[in-house]
C-alpha cells in the first residue's frame, strides 16, 4: 500500500493560549486520533521537528547558510505523519479529521515509489 | 518511530477519587474509547502493570504544580507560576504527538516549568537558587495535596471579594481558563479576565503567607459550593466543563476531608452533599442533551456507588452536634437518593428540612423549593406561590417560571402553567431548555383542566 506522508504547519504560538482543560482536550483528541488508526490497522508514523534549523546554499561564494528556514508569524513546518492509503483522495480523508487542523495546516503528499512522482 | 506510543510509568491521574469524578460524566454519547482507556487504567492499577494515561494529566497537573512553584516564588509572583506551566503544556504538546509520551508525564511537566520558571525570574538570585531544589510534591513523599490546599486557601483569602475567589480558585487550582469560567459562571470571559488580573494585583500588593489556615475554611466551602453549584445547576453551557466543575469540587473537597486541620463535620457534610447530588448527573439529561425533571429520570441510571459513599459520609458528618446548613442540604439530598420514585418520596421530611435550612440561613430560593416540596405533599400554598411570584429576588432566577409550571401542572391546572411556558420561553435560554420547556408546553395541552 503507498505510503502518504502529512506535514504538519502551523504558527509558534497556535497552541500558546490554551487553558490546561484546553490542552488537555486537543492532547487526548491528537491521542485518539492516532489510537483510531492504530486500531483499524494502519498505525501512524512520524517525528517532530525543532523550530530552529538552518538552511544550506550554494552562494556565488561558497556556501550560503542562513538560520531559519522560518519567519516570524508564518506557518512553519513542526512535524510529519506519515499513513497508508490507496491513493491521494484516502489520504486527504485520513488527515481532514486530525486535530491539528485546529491550529495550522497540513501538507498531504504521496512518498513516491520511483523517486519523484507527479 | 511510532507516533504517539504511549510509555510505561506511573498513571498521573490514577487516585480511586479522580477515577469516580470521572465517572459521572460518562453519559451515554461519552466516545467507546475513553471508557476503554479508563478500564485499561483502572485494570492497570490493579495489576501493577503501567500504562500511560494522560487522562485529565494536564488539568490536573495545572494546580500541583502552580501550587508548588508558588511555595517558592511566593503569591505575589503566581503570575510567573502560572505563565511556567503554559509554557510547559505547550511544549508538551509540540513534542508528545510525536516524540511519544515520556515515562513520568507529570514529572516531565513540573521539570519543563520549573526550569521555565527560573529563566522568567532571573533578575532574582534567592528564588533563582531554591527553585531547583523543587521536586514535584508526589516524588518528594509529602502528603498529597498539601500545596494544592494552601494555594486554595490563599484563592479564598477574605480580602478578596467572593467572585474573586470563585474565579481565582477555578483558575490557578482548578486549571480552567477565562472562557471556561466565563461559561460555567454564565459571565462574560472579559469580566472573568478583569477580575483574575485585579485579584493578582491584590496578591501583589497585600503580602498574605501561602498557608493553611483553617479560619478561612467557610470560604473555601463556600467557593466549593458555588464551584458545584456552577456545574451543576447552570441551564447552559459546555456540558463537559460543567461535569468537571463538579468533579473538580469534589476533588478538592476531599483533599479537605484528608486533612486533620479542615477535616471538619461541615466539610464531610459538604463532601456527602455534592456526591449525592453528583449522582444524578448522568440522569439528568436525555441522549439529546435535552434537561429531565427529578420526576421523568430514570432513576436506574443514578450513581449508586455514589449515593453510598455520599451516605456513608454523610452518617461520618453527624457523629458530633454540629448542624451546618450543608448538613440539611445533604440530607434533602439523601431524600431523593432513598426514594424509589417521586410519589414515594418523603415530601414531608424535605418541607421540614428545608423549614431547618429557612431558620439557619433564609434564602427566597430555599423559600421556593420548600414551596415545591410542600406542594408535592399534597399542600400547595396559593399565597406562598404568589409571594414568591412577586419576590424582587427571584425576579431572574431562571428556574423560577419552569418550576411554577411544574407546580400547576401537577396541581391540574394546565392552562395557568402553560402560561408561566411561555413566559419562560420569552427569555433567552439555552436550546436544550427551550426543548425542555417547550415539550413541557405540548404537556399543559394534552392535559385536560382538573
Request: aromatic share 6%; glycine share 8%.
Amino acid at each position: 500500500m503507498p505510503k502518504f506522508v502529512g506535514f504538519l504547519r502551523g504558527t509558534e504560538d497556535a497552541q500558546a493560549d490554551l487553558s490546561p482543560d484546553e490542552a488537555q482536550r486537543t492532547l487526548e483528541r491528537y491521542i485518539q486520533w492516532s489510537d483510531d488508526l492504530e486500531k483499524a490497522g494502519n498505525p501512524p508514523e512520524g517525528g517532530g521537528l525543532s523550530y530552529r534549523g538552518r538552511v544550506v546554499r550554494r552562494g556565488g561564494g561558497g556556501l550560503d547558510v542562513t538560520d531559519g528556514p522560518f519567519v516570524e508569524g508564518t506557518e512553519i513546518l513542526g512535524g510529519f505523519i506519515s499513513v497508508e492509503a490507496t491513493d491521494l483522495d484516502e489520504a486527504e480523508k485520513i488527515f481532514s479529521s486530525h486535530p491539528h487542523l485546529d491550529f495550522g495546516s497540513i501538507e498531504v503528499r504521496k512518498i513516491g515509489e520511483q523517486g519523484c512522482e507527479p | 518511530m511510532r507516533a504517539l506510543i504511549a510509555g510505561a510509568g506511573r498513571p498521573p491521574a490514577a487516585e480511586p477519587g479522580v477515577r469516580e469524578d470521572r465517572a459521572s460524566e460518562d453519559t451515554p454519547r461519552t466516545d467507546k474509547p475513553r471508557t476503554d482507556t479508563e478500564r485499561q487504567a483502572g485494570a492497570a492499577v490493579g495489576t501493577g502493570q503501567s500504562r500511560v494515561v494522560v487522562e485529565q494529566l494536564f488539568r490536573h497537573s495545572a494546580g500541583r504544580i502552580v501550587a508548588t512553584l508558588a511555595r517558592v516564588l511566593g503569591p505575589a509572583r503566581l503570575d510567573v507560576a502560572e505563565e511556567a506551566l503554559q509554557e510547559a503544556m505547550l511544549r508538551a504538546l509540540q513534542r508528545w504527538p510525536y516524540a511519544g509520551v515520556p515515562d513520568n508525564p507529570a514529572g516531565w511537566l513540573f521539570r519543563v516549568a520549573r526550569n521555565t520558571a527560573v529563566d522568567l525570574v532571573r533578575h532574582d538570585d534567592v528564588v533563582r537558587a531554591k527553585l531547583p531544589l523543587l521536586v514535584p510534591a508526589e516524588e518528594a513523599g509529602e502528603r498529597h495535596g498539601d500545596d494544592e490546599l494552601a494555594l486554595m486557601f490563599l484563592c479564598c483569602h477574605p480580602g478578596l471579594p467572593l467572585a474573586s475567589q470563585v474565579v481565582l480558585t477555578l483558575k490557578t487550582v482548578g486549571g480552567l481558563g477565562a472562557d471556561e469560567i466565563g461559561a460555567a459562571l454564565l459571565a462574560k470571559p472579559a469580566t472573568v479576565a478583569q477580575r483574575l488580573v485585579r485579584a493578582k494585583r491584590w496578591l501583589r500588593d497585600n503580602p498574605v503567607p501561602l498557608e493553611v489556615d483553617p479560619s478561612r475554611l467557610d470560604s473555601v466551602l463556600s467557593v466549593l459550593y458555588l464551584l458545584f453549584d456552577a456545574g451543576y445547576d447552570a441551564s447552559e453551557g459546555d456540558s463537559a466543563v460543567r461535569a468537571e466543575l463538579c468533579g473538580e469540587a469534589i476533588r478538592l473537597c476531599r483533599l479537605l476531608c484528608a486533612d486533620k486541620r479542615t477535616d471538619l463535620p461541615r466539610t464531610r457534610a459538604l463532601l456527602a452533599l455534592m456526591l449525592l447530588q453528583a449522582s444524578r448527573l448522568r440522569a439528568r439529561t436525555d441522549p439529546h442533551g435535552d434537561i429531565l425533571l427529578l420526576s421523568d429520570q430514570d432513576r436506574g441510571r443514578w450513581d449508586r456507588a455514589m449515593i453510598a459513599e455520599g451516605t456513608r459520609i454523610f452518617g461520618s458528618a453527624c457523629t458530633g452536634d454540629e448542624r451546618s446548613a450543608f448538613h440539611i442540604e445533604a440530607a434533602i439530598a439523601l431524600c431523593h437518593a432513598m426514594a424509589p420514585d417521586v410519589e414515594r418520596t418523603d415530601w414531608a421530611q424535605v418541607v421540614a428540612l428545608y423549614d431547618d435550612l429557612l431558620d439557619l440561613r433564609p434564602s427566597p430560593v430555599a423559600a421556593l423549593n420548600r414551596a415545591i416540596g410542600a406542594a408535592m405533599a399534597g399542600d400547595l400554598d396559593h399565597a406562598e406561590l404568589g409571594r414568591l411570584e412577586n419576590e424582587p429576588a427571584l425576579r431572574d432566577y431562571h428556574l423560577l417560571p419552569a418550576a411554577l409550571g411544574a407546580l400547576w401542572l401537577r396541581a391540574g391546572e394546565p392552562g395557568r402553567a402553560a402560561g408561566y411556558y411561555r413566559q419562560a420561553l420569552t427569555k433567552q435560554t439555552s436550546a436544550p431548555t427551550r426543548r425542555f420547556l417547550e415539550r413541557q408546553l405540548d404537556r399543559c395541552a394534552n392535559r385536560p383542566a382538573g
